[in-house]
């Protein structure tokens, strides 16, 4: 037992032993999914026949019949041809396509590494999110020796339910997450020009992450007005200022290319007043209208996960203040508070699996808080236990939503 002890402890101050283990098991976990669809990829990509069209696809995926489909979809699509801004095309229709189109690294990502072929496309999906979860691993371990932070930070991040819902739903957030962790690993090792250009990408792969970089991006101004040195302070400052620029442009952009903002009314509709979607969430979970229906087994554990959210956001904002005074941690306390923010403005995240995802970000930044400043034992460990009974709640909802 001693050994495996300190076969683990090792293993999670070592980056590269870490991640290959973290992808590892998040293979085994979907492998039930794929073994019941004969190993096809395309299963993550959660294709509806409303927004599909089988005939018309270039390479056959699995279909649902009489369905919306899911997020993945789009995410395809784009991966096919990232540079053709049709609404309808390859067998695929967009929803919503000057919203969908702004979320561009993800796919883009997949379409070079599918070598632009369609046939490839659901697997590389799949395994750059995949990947992606090792890139997490690896800087999470980084910035845990980085910041000296507690060894069993890493597997705190990596218990994260979300994750495993993005990783079978073919969504942006891991590879969101990832940006967003290689950024902060460049900006704590002081590689100001590395951080601008993972912190812009992270922007363009989910919006929401230029809340947390704008966050940072104030802790340099602050730290530029009151420096000395002013040689050495400005230039961090119009770095962390650029890492930001990109994803407004590119959002303007669609409005040019679709004729439409993003932000029209449809992407509106996902915002509501603070808390409301949140409350409106417990509700459903209470009733069943947002979670399970009649299944109360699905119902109670989103009442569970809901509440598990609540006192994990209770704790980092009690370490917000002493973390606003420690140098290194006052950036993610600066990009965590407008992010948690936001997240309880979201309207439409708060159904089915959906928060979870939506919330990877807030969590991963929130884990690193917490760890700056430990709770007592019995408190971390019942956390960490939490963590785990949510993510495997969230692998069971997975496993049985994709039996079709």
Same mark, same amino acid.
């Given at each position: 037992m001693v050994v495996h002890h300190v076969s683990l402890t090792k293993a999670l101050r070592t980056p590269r032993a870490f991640a290959p283990i973290a992808m590892l098991v998040y293979l085994l976990a979907v492998l039930p999914i794929l073994a019941l669809h004969r190993f096809d990829p395309s299963v993550f990509i959660i294709a509806g026949d409303r927004y599909v069209d089988a005939v018309k696809l270039v390479s056959p995926i699995i279909v649902r019949a009489h369905s919306d489909g899911?997020?993945?979809? /789009?995410?395809?699509?784009?991966?096919?041809?990232? /540079?053709? +801004?049709?609404?309808?095309?390859?067998?695929?229709?967009?929803?919503?396509?000057?919203?969908?189109?702004?979320?561009?690294?993800?796919?883009?990502?997949?379409?070079?590494? &599918?070598?632009?072929?369609?046939?490839?496309?659901?697997?590389?999906?799949?395994?750059?999110?995949?990947?992606?979860?090792?890139?997490?691993?690896?800087?999470?371990?980084?910035?845990t020796a980085l910041l000296n932070l507690p060894p069993l930070t890493p597997l705190a991040v990596l218990l994260w339910p979300g994750l495993i819902v993005s990783l079978t739903h073919d969504t942006t957030e891991i590879i969101a997450c990832a940006l967003l962790l290689g950024a902060l690993d460049m900006y704590v090792r002081g590689r100001i020009a590395g951080y601008a250009v993972l912190a812009a990408l992270a922007t363009?792969?989910?919006?929401?992450?230029?809340?947390?970089?704008?966050?940072?991006?104030?802790?340099?101004?602050?730290?530029?007005?009151?420096?000395? !040195?002013?040689?050495?302070?400005?230039?961090?400052?119009?770095?962390?200022?650029? &890492?930001?620029?990109? +994803? !407004?442009?590119?959002?303007?952009?669609?409005?040019?290319?679709?004729?439409?903002?993003?932000?029209?009314?449809?992407?509106?509709?996902?915002?509501?007043? !603070? +808390?409301?979607?949140?409350?409106?969430?417990?509700?459903?979970?209470?009733?069943?209208a947002s979670f399970g229906g009649d299944h109360l087994a699905v119902r109670g554990y989103a009442l569970a996960a809901l509440a598990l959210?609540?006192?994990?956001?209770?704790?980092?904002?009690?370490?917000?203040?002493?973390?606003?005074?420690?140098?290194?941690?006052?950036?993610?306390?600066?990009?965590?508070?407008?992010?948690?923010?936001?997240?309880?403005?979201?309207?439409?995240?708060?159904?089915?699996?959906?928060?979870?995802?939506?919330?990877?970000?807030?969590?991963?930044?929130?884990?690193?808080?917490? &760890?700056?400043?430990?709770?007592?034992?019995?408190?971390g460990r019942a956390l960490v236990s939490g963590c785990a009974f949510a993510a495997a709640g969230s692998w069971a909802i997975c496993v049985e939503s994709l039996r079709f």
């Open positions: 899911y997020d993945g979809q /789009f995410y395809y699509r784009m991966a096919l041809a990232p /540079f053709a +801004f049709k609404a309808e095309a390859f067998g695929v229709r967009y929803d919503n396509p000057a919203w969908r189109t702004q979320r561009i690294v993800y796919p883009l990502l997949a379409w070079a590494a &599918a070598f632009g072929r369609a046939d490839l496309v659901p697997l590389s999906l799949f395994l750059l999110n995949l990947f992606g979860i090792g890139v997490i691993t690896f800087f999470a371990v980084s910035l363009l792969t989910r919006e929401t992450s230029i809340v947390f970089f704008f966050g940072v991006f104030c802790v340099e101004g602050i730290r530029a007005v009151r420096s000395v !040195p002013w040689p050495e302070s400005w230039p961090r400052l119009l770095l962390a200022g650029l &890492a930001l620029a990109p +994803f !407004p442009i590119w959002r303007q952009m669609q409005f040019i290319l679709w004729g439409q903002s993003p932000l029209n009314d449809a992407a509106r509709d996902n915002v509501s007043w !603070p +808390f409301g979607g949140f409350l409106h969430g417990i509700a459903g979970a209470i009733s069943g959210l609540v006192i994990f956001c209770g704790m980092v904002t009690l370490r917000l203040k002493t973390a606003f005074r420690t140098a290194a941690i006052a950036p993610l306390a600066a990009g965590w508070l407008p992010l948690a923010a936001l997240m309880t403005m979201l309207a439409t995240a708060w159904v089915q699996t959906s928060f979870l995802r939506a919330f990877s970000e807030c969590f991963i930044i929130g884990c690193l808080i917490i &760890a700056s400043q430990p709770p007592p034992q019995w408190i």
